[in-house]
């Protein structure tokens, strides 16, 4: 890969790859991170209206970095390259609660797609089972889980702008000064509400907390949120 896609050593390009948007018309390059909203921000990045029709015809048409030539990868450098984050503490209890702690059906769609999860603690596996096989083996099996950093195809500090789910709608109001075409425009709320970040007390406790930090530490460093749950520390 040419600059300024450099991807974490050691991990999987394919995934970097996917998860980032290349438009090459208006100029700009963003990361689709896995439970931080990217279905409603890749809606609201979309020409047109912004609805779900055109996100699917948006994600159909725009580039990724390995569809680029030298040439265009070089000039992709002076794009405005922007990614939206969340805190490991909500996106995984986001992730359990709407891909392992749900309804029966999506759960055993999970059981191919994180088989050691499943075998190993029965077919309803609680948070905190969930917390300690992330930090056993299971912390790469799936995007939605996935570290945010190891999902970027550009180190944090290349970024020209980290917005953060949990200021989105001022932080998309910096998006839009950057790209034209999003003024006055607002997030299109869509996808599945888990509520996590209302549910962190109820879920969490100083063990799971600390497995938490333990395994995303280069998220939370990295992104400056804080190690500590309030109420639980």
């Known amino acids: 890969m040419f600059s300024p896609f450099t991807p974490p050593p050691g991990r999987g390009f394919r995934q970097c790859d996917r ?8 100029k700009f390059i963003f990361t689709r991170l896995a439970k931080v909203a990217s279905s ?9 209206r912004g609805d779900e029709e055109a996100y699917r015809r948006y994600r159909k048409k725009h580039l990724r970095p390995s569809g680029l030539g030298i040439r265009s990868a070089a000039c992709a450098r002076g794009y ?3 990614v939206f984050v969340r805190c ?7 992730a359990y609660l709407h891909k392992i702690g749900s309804d029966e059906r999506k759960r055993k769609s999970y059981m191919k797609k994180a088989p050691e999860l499943f075998r190993k603690y029965g077919p309803q596996p609680s948070f905190r089972e969930f917390c300690l096989y992330l930090e056993s083996g299971g912390l790469y099996d799936n995007k939605h889980w996935i ?13 020209d702008f980290i917005g953060k789910i949990e200021n989105m709608d001022e932080d998309l109001k910096t998006v839009s000064q950057n790209i034209s075409s999003l003024e006055g425009r607002r997030i299109s709320r869509s996808g599945p509400y888990t509520g996590a970040s209302e ?20 998220d939370f460093e990295s992104f400056g949120y804080p190690g500590s749950i309030e109420g639980i520390e």
């Open 40 to 48: 409603a921000l890749t809606a609201t990045l979309a020409p047109g």
């Open 199 to 218: 549910k962190l007390a109820r879920y969490y406790d100083k063990e799971t907390a600390a497995v938490i930090r333990r395994v995303y530490r280069e």
């Open 147 to 159: 570290p945010q950093r190891s999902l970027m195809a550009i180190p944090p500090s290349e970024y």
């Open 19 to 26: 998860r980032t948007v290349v438009d090459t018309e208006r």
């Open 80 to 82: 405005f390259k922007f």
């Open 88 to 94: 490991p503490y909500d996106r995984v209890l986001s």
